[in-house]
């Protein structure tokens, strides 16, 4: 659900520092809350294990018919499935995978998101109201089942999924953006702009970008773990990636179906799962907390 | 015996640019039926006090610090809840400033102003109703019976005021704080919620804070009067002493800017300079950066209120000295 | 009061006539679908495809048809199931998914506002911390991790419930649960804000002037106001939940709705699905307009538009 968390850290009293920059501020900021340095601590260690992966694991397809599924062990500390096949490699390349539509499909509704939303606030009255209102349509009908239905009518494949999926997922992004132009274009520098004569791709370019960039950062960082839900959950029913490419959401799927003989088939994947999304959130709000604390939650 | 002694107010703000310190070492009583005014900026701590005495001050980030506020034996400040309940709405009442977000928008009139009946009195709803409408004719609301029926919104701004007044005094209370009662309302209207008030100040014989900004308002209807400038009192008399007689830099910089006494076509009066932050300590007086007759001595000395004349309290150090004369 | 619900109700009619629109013409450009003859399954149900679409008939005609049909709950065919009628298998696997979705709305509401209201009533306490840390964990543990753990533990470990089907009473627990208890967590989050902007109010103020306790001040002056927020949430959570209802309905094996839109869709039923769509697209748009009415309800100020 594309509605971002918040951490409840209550700042103590600061002293303000004279002098200090925005990004240094931030920074610092970031830095006391000891949530989000561990969710960037995990994100980092997620990343790295799983670029290096090839490097180091085990080769995830290999099975090993007779020896079928084994609980965790020294040499398998994920246990197998039920094909023989390492755990924790299946884990580590599934997670690429999720990591990858992740980001590819956060890309995409980006893009379109972005755009929206600059293109929205930019213009104000009349077709602003129109586009917001489109958007808050959109934001109450079932993501899932029209990805589905489009997977059915165009078949499945994975650029597919990637647009899919961001299609449907720029909703929130767009209505940032949207009031962060809102805001920007009532500021007195951009009136400036205007008044010393500047075009208005330039006033756009120069002034509004840099602006929106920090908000879009940070909402992007939001955006990769609900991106990554919904490809989890359409892989879980069937419809994401195919095999023999197994995202997370397939693992939990795998692991779902044998629960009652093979428990631990579900509960790495599946902890390993909501511990990426939790970082990611944390990761998220810490970033949003540090570089605009009036929008923390109390 | 005073119906409201208080001494030594302080009550502070703990935010996370440091501590504001709103109200300090403030002290004055109030007679029974008598009608005080306490005049200031905004930022003086006029309404702070008044909130602190009845602890509606958020608490976090407030903290009253110290101090005590005796109504008829009571410590306000550090008496229990239950207590305090009891005296809330009861003896002590409170109107605001803004009446459209100071009453409830999502529950019609009626319910509202019988609502102190209902805690206090314990009085079923019929008769509390028609307590409440007779109320609402009290304060001049036509059509009383039917009205009480709507929600805060469908009144005027005046109209919505007269209600928070028949909310405030349909227990009859012995103390009626007004928080700038008038400050949103248009200049008509603010003569007709005066008239009113002091009508109903006359036949209840409740006693009354009001407090504004405006000495003109105060003027018509206080006895005596507070003035208060960054947290502290500055001058305290009886009004017509406050404006015959200023014996405060402070006081008499705010009569010269009150635009309908000063000369047609000249330029208006204002105050140089701003009011202090709070949130660092003043030395000395808190006015001395904008006082025309401020010395060497003001800006260290150890200020408080003396009398000066009789019933007449001033903090200015040099008026105390006998040095300055207003 | 009836005058807003006709008046909002006519505005849903507009959204309802597009996306009827746009399955027609996604239909109509599908390959395999029901307007390409030449990949039409058995000859029975090719039949009752070109009976009920008017295969041979113009465009425009075949639309007017398509739309008048659906004013009339005809669904049509479905594509794989010979002999029956969408509408028919709609019916009958939909009171199941209700059941469902009513359930775990009832426990995302009920938990989300009791924990979400009572932290707000002491911010940055343990009281707050403790229901949004819970809150926050539940975000990230979504209901195809949850369903599962949740089956394990009270299922397979405890032996209290039955793993999956939906036969006795207690088979509602659990997927009520899974569903429910992940949405709670952002109702949970929002409960609590409402209740914290609404308490910051000045009209708060006054009710502690006139002496309310805080029981009186939260129950009568402070609930109408933080479940506004609660309200507005309500309608895309139903919307999100009727995807979940898919990944529920499959976890616990309950014959509803979800698990026939995935079967539908995997066997490329392409009426059942596109039948299916409408009916969800139907079925949201409604619920927004109860929250609406709803959100109307709990403040006055909104009836005077």
Redesign the interface.
Known sequence: MPVPIATSTALPVEEIEQGASLWKDAVRRFARNQMAVLGLSFVLLLAIAALAAPLFAQPYDKQNLSYGAKAPSSEHWMGTDVLGRDLLSRVLYGSRISLAVGICATFVSLTIGVFYGAISGYLGGKPDVVMMRIVDILYALPFTVFVILLMVIFGRNIILLFMAIGAVEWLTVARIVRGQVLSLRRQEFIEAAIALGLRKRAIILRHLVPNVLGITIIYATLTVPSVMLLEAVLSFLGFGVQPPMSSLGVLIDEGARNIEEFPWLLTFPGLFFSLTLFSLNFLGDGLRDALDPKAAKD | MPLLEVQNLRTRF?????VVRAVQDVSFSLEKGETLGIVGESGSGKSVTCYSL?R?I?QPPGKIEGGQAMFDGVDLLSCSREQL??????RV??I?Q?PM???????RVEEQII??LL??DRLDRTEAVKRAIQALEDVGVPGAAQRIRS?P??FSGGMRQRV?IA?ALITRPELLIADEPTTALDVTVQAQILDLIRKLQHDLGTAVIWISHDLGVVAGFCRRTLVMYAGRIVETASTEAIFKRPKHPYNRALQKSIPALQAKGAELYTIPGLPPDLSKPLPGCAFAPRCEFAEDICRSGDIGLKEVEASHDSACLRVQKGELTI | MLRFIFKRFLQTIPVLFIIATLTFFLMKMTKGGPFDTEKATTPEIKKQLEAHYGLNKPVWEQYIDYIGKLIQGDLGPSFKYAGWNVTELIAGAFPVSLELGCYALAVALAIGMISGFIAALRPNSVTDYLPMSLATIGICLPTFVMGPLLILTFGIALGWFNSSGWFFLSDRVLPALTLGGYYSAYISRIARTGMIEVLSQDFIRTARAKGATEWRVVFKHALKGAMQPVVTLTAPVTAHMVTGSFVVEKIFDIPGLGRFFVTAAFNRDLTLVVGLVLFYAALIVMLNLIADVVLVWLNPRLRFE
């Open positions: 703990h935010t996370r640019h440091g009845l509606l958020p309940r009891a005296i809330r709405g009861k009442s409170m605001f803004d977000t100071s009453l409830n928008p999502y529950l609502e102190p805690i206090h929600y919104h469908e928070m909310m």
